[in-house]
């Protein structure tokens, strides 16, 4: 499979937020007010200023202790993104031929917002509340397609965050994760098949997040959308038939 992946090992990552932060910086994405909340974790969660978060989970391991998971969460890019098949308009969302990177547009401000958050099974995508846009990670496709790293993997000092083709990455994924296995024998790599971004966990993804691993299944158009989209056109035919009606008599 051609394109470009990121392979995040967070069994290398310390939770420095070096990722979070330089993805602010490179996409100009203002700060956001936090307040305490009980973690280490800040911001709360993703936002439409923040494209990528290192969220931290705190466990307590086999010998009692406690145990941090680090996550850097961000679109995963998924090959047959099931976001692509909510809006109406099929440029709304397009994908990058040379890298493979799922790139929402401007058109997108249009559509349901809800719709396409909630098809996403990493619940990624964010809306700005008064513009009604919609945004998320863009693979630094500016930088790629110019021959430099993504912001975060550049930035990365521990060598969590790699970045290249996509069979190359699933190599080093596979390799990885057989070198850690003795050591932590639950590790597993999440995503091979199915999207761009591969994590190796040294357990299981719940105790990183809820939305560490999912299946990801093309959507197709479910009833709710299906009768918005037949509904949209027909309260169109509805106004050009009253302003025929109205001109007639």
């Given at each position: 499979?051609s394109?470009k992946?990121?392979?995040i090992?967070?069994?290398?990552c ?6 979070q ?9 203002p700060a956001t007010?936090t307040?305490?909340w009980g ?24 010998d009692?202790k406690?145990?941090?998971?680090f996550f850097?969460d961000q ?13 109406e ?6 994908i990058?031929?040379?890298?493979g ?9 249009n ?22 846009y ?23 000092p521990?060598g969590?965050?790699n970045?290249?083709?996509r069979d190359k ?7 990885r994760?057989?070198?850690v ?5 639950k ?5 091979l ?6 994590y ?10 809820e939305?560490?691993f999912?299946?990801?299944k ?5 009833r709710k959308?299906a009768?918005k989209?037949i509904a949209?056109?027909?309260k169109?035919?509805s106004k050009?038939?009253q ?7």
């Amino acid at each position: 499979m051609s394109g470009k992946a990121f392979f995040i090992d967070t069994t290398l990552c310390t939770g420095c937020r070096g990722c979070q932060i330089a993805c602010k910086q490179w996409n100009q994405l203002p700060a956001t007010k936090t307040e305490n909340w009980g973690s280490f974790q800040n911001p709360k969660d993703l936002s439409f200023y923040t494209y990528k978060l290192v969220r931290f989970s705190e466990s307590i391991g086999s010998d009692g202790k406690p145990v941090w998971y680090f996550f850097p969460d961000q679109c995963r890019h998924c090959v047959e993104p099931p976001c692509k098949e909510m809006p109406e308009d099929p440029n709304a969302i397009i994908i990058d031929q040379l890298t493979g990177a799922v790139l929402y547009t401007d058109k997108l401000k249009n559509e349901s917002s809800e719709d396409v958050r909630d098809s996403c099974p990493y619940d990624i995508p964010r809306t700005e509340p008064r513009t009604g846009y919609i945004a998320k990670c863009t693979m630094c496709v500016d930088r790629v397609q110019n021959g430099l790293l993504p912001a975060c993997v550049k930035t990365c000092p521990t060598g969590a965050m790699n970045f290249g083709d996509r069979d190359k990455m699933v190599s080093m994924a596979k390799e990885r994760l057989a070198e850690v296995k003795s050591k932590f024998p639950k590790a597993t790599v999440t995503g091979l098949d199915d999207v761009r971004v591969f994590y190796l966990l040294a357990d299981e993804p719940a105790k990183y997040h809820e939305y560490a691993f999912a299946p990801v299944k093309p959507r197709g158009i479910d009833r709710k959308t299906a009768l918005k989209r037949i509904a949209r056109p027909l309260k169109e035919l509805s106004k050009e038939w009253q302003m025929l009606h109205k001109l007639a008599s």
